[in-house]
């Protein structure tokens, strides 16, 4: 079995979360959806503006660099998925990340929609053999740099790239991001080193098959519901500033070595 890294870093938590860390029932989805915006809407007049995450690449390729750099370091290295490895197999051709042109949520409803399409085999225009079992689509623009933005988006993108065209009950979204918190609706944001299971070098949304979602979940993987707990425990173990050094180094790498 291989399935994308979210199933396994991200839990049955609150309804409210579901477009970012659950695995629920397509109906589940939708009815969260609804529940997270009103949550949203009654403490938008309370969120502060987040620093601004490390923006210093420009580089399509050194965009996908730091993020592939992020999957074989931190949710490989770090072991947080036990279905990650195989993805990097046969040259990586499981795993496709693609950089986002996206400045705003239009662009972006349509690139979801693009890669959605590729992922589940309804694309015929756009020839992949094999094709990818799961995909990482990752944003730079500043209409996503605020955490709570972007998890504002995945509404839009369940709405219009998902239930529109009825893909709910084959296709999952989950968001990672440089600022994402497991408590997305609280009113402190103090720093959290098991923050760091969800946060990515850039915004990035995970496509993956409902089909995928459900083989793990069944799978055998002994316990698998609690290895989002142990992930975060793990990581809070280690530490603040060595969770986030480990991030920053995803910027530093020379991106000729990882798109060569």
Known sequence: ?????????????????????????????????????????????????????????DSTLETIAATQTWFETVVIGEKLCPFAPPLL??????????????????QAVKEVEAEANLLIGTDSSTPQSPRPETTLLVMNAPF??????????????????????????????????????????????????????????????????????????SGGYPDLQSLPARNQARLISQGLEACKSRLEQCYRNDYNDKIS
């Open 144 to 217: 996503v740099q605020d955490f709570r933005d972007f998890v504002r988006l995945s509404w839009t993108l369940q709405e219009n790239a998902i239930l529109q065209n009825n893909l709910v009950e084959k296709l999952q979204l989950v968001l990672f991001h440089p600022l994402a918190t497991h408590q997305t609706y609280a009113a402190t944001e103090e720093a959290n080193p098991g923050d760091y299971t969800i946060r990515s070098p850039y915004p990035t949304i995970h496509l993956l098959r409902q089909e995928d979602v459900m083989r793990a979940m």
């Open 89 to 106: 197999q046969n040259d990586g051709q499981a795993l496709r990340i693609v950089a986002s042109k996206s400045t705003n949520e239009e």
């Open 1 to 57: 079995l291989v399935v994308g890294l979210a199933t396994c870093m991200n839990a049955v938590m609150q309804k409210v979360h579901v477009l970012q860390f659950g695995i629920f029932s397509p109906a589940e989805r939708v009815t969260a959806a609804k529940v997270a915006r009103k949550a949203c809407s009654r403490r938008s007049e309370h969120w502060k503006p987040h620093q601004t995450f490390a923006t210093n690449v």
